[in-house]
């Protein structure tokens, strides 16, 4: 056995990282959780700086900055940037910077043009991700032939950071930014935050069945695992895993929207 054995050992078992500007990239978490259930994990909620979405290009590059050399100090074999608008924004920047694989995640808008069938789809993101030069790429590559009804999500990442998962205010605004939608005959919408899953049974009483509603998760938790087995990093140790959460915001608020854990779980605080 070799050195380098022992390095690709070491490395294989070291957790996969996460961030997101808050609480809502738990949804890509247990995505990642379900299908790769021998990983070990860590979680950076940066509820302290959301929303990011409102940000300038340059701040949201210095919070994924601080995010991963916190993530790499805990010694992170490879990093998902749960965050649409991070990734959209900073992840060329972030692989150009360091030497690890990172996962990003960008708006499903490929599926849900191939799938439209009245060739409209709305998409819900940030601000951030909508004036984004990789989300004007990837909309003009694949959905240069439909109409596209972008609408920024505006309060609603702050809704969710603060518990207001299902309030009359969330319920409202939801309605101000899907009904448009609807009128256009929107067959699809997209979910380009990782926040806005939560919010996908209110969605649903306002679109009904007749509107599918999209999100990235999945794709994210593949692609994942691709990554992992092309770098020979997926965990094949038989240690008991672990599941460490912090954040720097409120953290009943991230325990309520974690709900029920793998065991070895822990949820601290952290002033990152
Ligand atoms: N979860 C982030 C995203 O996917 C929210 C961004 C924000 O904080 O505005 O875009």
Redesign the pocket.
Known sequence: MNRGFFTFVFMSNQPIGFF???V??TSIWKEVRQLLPNENTIYLADSKN?????KSKKTILSYSIKNTDFLLKKGCKLIVV?????TTNTISKLRALYDIPFIG?EPAIKPAALQSKNNAVGIL??K??LSSELFAKTSEKFASEITIVEQVGEGL?ELIESGQLNSPKTTELLQQYIKPMLALKTDYIVL????YPYLIPQIKKIVGDKVSIIDSGEAVAKQTQAILLKNNLLNNSFNKNFHQFYTNGNLEVLKNILGKTPENTTIEFADF
Do not use: F, K, L, R
């Open positions: 997101d500007s808050g809502g990239g959301a929303p990011y979405g409102e749960a965050c649409n608008t991070a995640i993101a940030t951030g991700t990442v380009g935050c990782t926040h």
